[in-house]
């Protein structure tokens, strides 16, 4: 079985500081791992997803994330907040073995920006 | 291209009402997926498609029916609902194809309330 465990459900930075959004994830296999943006009364929208290949991946809007297998850990990271940043994270995780490409999502993390 | 739409975007019910969820996608995906998310439980799996006239149980499939009869659509259920299926219902879509991974396209979900 596959799980995501997303540390801190709130998170509060000052607009210009560094985000930081923490994810690890409990996987048998190798893992797919992708984390998504959910803004409010919208539906998620991905921000960047790792499969194979290098472990420091680029998003979109300036978000980027590393995929650390001895660390079992996959966090998302941007060097300077924007207030359009405000919206929900997502984590999730795919075994690439079964075929079906069903993702196991974490619980979320709440970005709020402060001016 | 519309993307990933869903019909309706509210809808209040009565317990023991019966109703259908429609999702369509006009990017010609192989995967269909219906999730719920619920405040800090993040996205879980309800139901999922990997072809047409093919359907499978997720993560929280009790007391949901799914139908997929044409590969654009993605149909959910609920036969007698009640109010612990008030949330917010996402369906999803990816390629499918084998050989790469697919990122899932949501569509804006949709907020049912069961009184």
């Known amino acids: 079985a596959q799980s995501v465990t997303q540390l801190g459900s709130h998170v509060s930075v000052s607009e210009g500081a560094l985000v930081l959004l923490r994810c690890n994830y409990s996987?048998?296999?190798?893992?797919?791992l992708f984390w998504y943006v959910q803004y409010p009364n919208q539906g998620l929208q991905l921000l960047l997803k790792?499969?194979?290949?290098?472990?420091l991946v680029k998003g979109i809007n300036g978000f980027e994330a590393e995929f650390k297998k001895s660390e079992t850990s996959f966090h998302l990271t941007k060097p300077s907040a924007h207030m359009s940043d405000a919206a929900e994270y997502f984590c999730?995780?795919?075994?690439?073995?079964?075929?079906?490409?069903?993702?196991?999502f974490g619980t979320g993390t709440r970005l709020t920006i402060i001016p | 291209n519309a993307g990933v739409t869903q019909t309706p975007k509210f809808r209040v019910l009565k317990t023991g009402q019966s109703m259908t969820l429609l999702c369509a996608q006009d990017?010609?995906?192989?995967?269909m997926y219906w999730y719920r998310q619920d405040p800090g439980m993040g996205l879980r799996l309800i139901h999922y498609?990997?072809?047409?006239?093919?359907?499978a149980k997720g993560e929280v499939p009790d007391g949901y029916n799914v139908s997929r009869l044409k590969k654009q659509n993605f149909l959910l259920g609920l036969e007698s609902a009640a109010p612990s299926q008030t949330s917010v219902y996402f369906c999803?879509?990816?390629?499918?194809?084998?050989?790469?991974?697919?990122?899932?396209?949501f569509g804006p979900g949709t907020r049912l309330t069961v009184l």
């Open positions: 790792y499969t194979t290949g290098a472990t």
């Open positions: 999803a879509s990816s390629y499918g194809r084998g050989g790469r991974i697919n990122e899932q396209f």
């Open positions: 996987s048998s296999v190798p893992p797919y």
């Open positions: 990017m010609n995906h192989e995967y």
């Open positions: 999730a995780v795919m075994n690439p073995n079964f075929g079906n490409e069903k993702l196991t």
């Open positions: 498609s990997v072809g047409e006239g093919t359907t």
